[in-house]
Structures are given as C-alpha cells and as structure tokens.
C-alpha cells in the first residue's frame, strides 16, 4: 500500500536479516509505531514470539490486528462470496452514478456534486470525485457497509477494504490532496480512477485470510510513549517515528475513515476531518520531537529491553536528524549503526514526474540507518555484523 516510510523496501535491504537474528531471542516484539504493520506482520509471520502493535491511528491498528490476532488460516468461501453479494445488492441501490469514463474538469465536478449528496455514504460523500471514482467511492462505502459479521472475518475483511483504498486513491504517495484535472495531472487522474477495488478486495482477502501470527499477539491505538510502559526486560521493540513536521493524520485521514467508518466535516483541497478530531503527536512537532523520542528510548532503556530504531539519514523536517537520533540513542544503549539505501515519500509529489515536468516524484531515493540499540544491563552480539 502507499505509504510515506520504507520499511517493505527496508525489510529486504538489511532490516529483514537483523529482525530475524534478533527478534528469536526475545521474549516479545513491540513495535510502536506500526503504521502500516509491514514490520509486524513480518516478524509475527516467521518468528514463534508474541507481536504487539502500536499507532495512534485505527486504520493501522486494523491491518496489524488481521494478522497478529489470529494463530490460524481462514477459509476464504463462503465467507468471500457472501460478502460480495452483499455488497452488490448494497450498491445497486444507488442509482445513476455518474459516469467518469470521459475525464473533463465538468464531469468531475458534476461528479464531485452528486457525491457529496450522498449523506450516508461516508467514503462516496467525503471523497467521490476527489480521490476516487464514484464509481470506486460505492465500492468501497459498499463494501464497508456489508462486512462479515463474524470478528476474525470483520477484521480481514476490514483490512483489505483499507488496502484496496490506498490502492486506488488518487493521490501522490498517501492521502494529502487529492490529484486535479488540470492539464498535467488529469493523466495521472484518469489512470487512478480506473483501478478496481473490489478485484483489489478481493485479492487482499483472499492472501490476509492465509496469513497469521505464529503467536497470538495484540494490536492497539496508543500513544507510542504510553506502549513503552508495557515493555519488560528481554523485549526486543522496534522503533520507527515520524520523520514529517506535519502530523502524519493528515496524510492518512482517507484511510483513517474507511477504518471507522466515520467522517463529519472536512475541510480545504485535501478534504480533511477538523484537525481537533486528528490524532497528534509530539514526535511530529519541531518544538518537541527531540524531547519525545529521548523520553521514549529513556523509558525502553531503563526497562531492560534491546531496539531497533529505523530513520532517514538526514535532517527530517520535524527536527531530527540520523546524527541527532544516534546521539540521543548513544546516552542509553550500546549502539550499533548501519546505513542502507532506501525509498521516502517526497510529500507531495506526483507519481511519473519525469512526464509531466516540474512535479516531484513521489518517492525519492534517500539513505537510512537502521540501529540496534543493546540494553547496558546485559550484553549481547553484534547484530548488524555480518552480511546483511
């Protein structure tokens, strides 16, 4: 799915080969900002240890809970089939969506009307004609409005409903602003609104329904401080905190309402939920971002835990910096240090930009380190030795 990190580019470039050396040898895996539970899903898949997660956002907590919570595959029919004719009679009780095959400024804007008048809808009313299709936004408020009652089945199923909406919103990277049909970027536009999300549904069922913890773990929304009260001596927790100064709901509050299914006013080009409803974080804010992160490794330290931190190697807009995060690392833990290339979102570019000029790419080239912070109450291997 979008997303403004690097950890599945992470996860084959030095990242996946420490977890598997370490993540064995401890007695859980706290990871407290899960985002979008790549790193979870990766160490509850392959290790015998119990996974908790941690975000301030539900849409994570959900695609993190639809593996972590079970230890068993699920059978996909009839739960698959049921759930699709649902949603078709659902959906067919709308009549005359707009048609957006022919993508002008009119069409778009009559389609952005029609949806807005589709008050029960959340996703249609909220984001039709903006970062989807009407066509895409019914699918998906169908879908959502039709899921398995059963709560394994809800949780997946919810999940791939997330998924097929990163996948098909029109945007650069994440959930920000939503592409234009201007000149340049109706191209880009026009392409996104004819991915399918239900084939996208369906396929992430189908391979969430296949997927489990090997330990029954939990997933939470929670302040990335307050889960570090819950670590223990012997726990390995990986972190991974923002690098924006911009707090990170404002890239996800698309996601965040197919998630809980609730959206009331929103605001400005990027069709924003008021920033009093929008979860914040210290980490996020150049002001406290350094405070908050050297509270947080205090805090694992003084609990008798090893780490992995992850974080671009240069100077982030919220304060921090690779030199500034090792600094801090170094007053509580033996550290070891380790940069590998990797992938960061531009925040805000436009996917193609070599096309269509002036526009950033959506993702840049970058360098990142990967720390593995060694509690001092005990000593431990290097782990970033060797070939990764």
């Known amino acids: 799915m979008k997303y403004m990190g690097s950890k599945r580019w992470m996860l084959g470039n030095g990242l996946g080969h420490l977890l598997d050396s370490t993540a064995p040898q401890s007695g859980r895996f ?4 899960s985002g979008s539970a790549a790193v979870a ?13 941690a975000d301030l956002q539900t849409y994570s907590k959900v695609l993190s809970a639809a593996i972590l ?3 068993e595959p699920l ?3 009839p739960t698959w089939s049921e759930w699709k004719e649902s949603a078709i009679v659902m959906r067919q009780s709308i009549r005359r969506i707009p048609d957006t095959s022919k993508l002008t400024q009119q069409t778009v804007h009559d389609a952005r009307a029609w949806c807005s008048r589709r008050r029960k809808w959340i996703v249609t009313r909220a984001y039709g004609g903006h970062y989807f299709s009407p066509e895409q936004s019914t699918w998906l408020d169908a879908l959502r409005m039709t899921l398995p009652a059963e709560p394994a089945y809800h949780t997946v199923a919810l999940a791939a409903v997330i998924e097929a909406a990163a996948y098909c919103a029109a945007a650069p990277g994440h959930t920000a602003q939503p592409f234009q049909p201007t000149r340049t970027a109706k191209r880009w536009l026009k392409e996104m609104w004819k991915r399918d999300p239900l084939i996208r549904s369906e396929a992430v069922f189908k391979s969430l329904c296949s997927r489990h913890a090997m330990v029954q773990g939990s997933a939470v929304v929670e302040d990335a401080i307050d889960a570090a009260k819950k670590v223990r001596a012997g726990d ?14 404002r890239f996800y ?6 998630a809980t299914g609730y959206c009331d006013r929103i605001t400005g080009v990027g069709r924003y939920p008021l920033s009093t409803v929008r979860p914040k974080s210290d980490f996020s804010l150049v002001s406290k971002s350094e405070n908050a992160l050297d509270n947080l490794l205090r805090e694992v330290a003084a609990r008798g835990a090893n780490a992995i931190v992850t ?3 240069h100077e982030c807009s919220n304060g921090l910096s690779g030199r500034a995060v090792t600094k801090l690392a170094s007053k509580y ?3 070891d240090r380790k940069v590998v290339s990797s992938r960061l979102s531009s925040l805000g570019g436009t996917s193609g930009a070599s096309a269509v000029g002036s526009e950033r790419a959506a993702r840049l080239n970058a360098k990142e380190l990967i720390l593995y912070l060694r509690s001092r109450s005990k000593s431990s291997g290097k782990a970033l030795s060797g070939k990764a």
């Open 30 to 33: 706290l990871d407290l900002f």
């Open 41 to 53: 899903a990766f160490v509850a898949t392959r290790h015998n240890v119990c996974v908790y997660s």
């Open 69 to 71: 919570e079970r230890t």
């Open 75 to 77: 059978a996909v029919d």
């Open 236 to 249: 390995l927790v990986f972190i991974d905190p923002p690098y924006s100064g911009v707090h990170y709901s």
């Open 253 to 258: 509050h698309v996601l965040e309402t197919v």
């Open 311 to 313: 974080f671009p190697d």
């Open 333 to 335: 833990f033996r550290v």
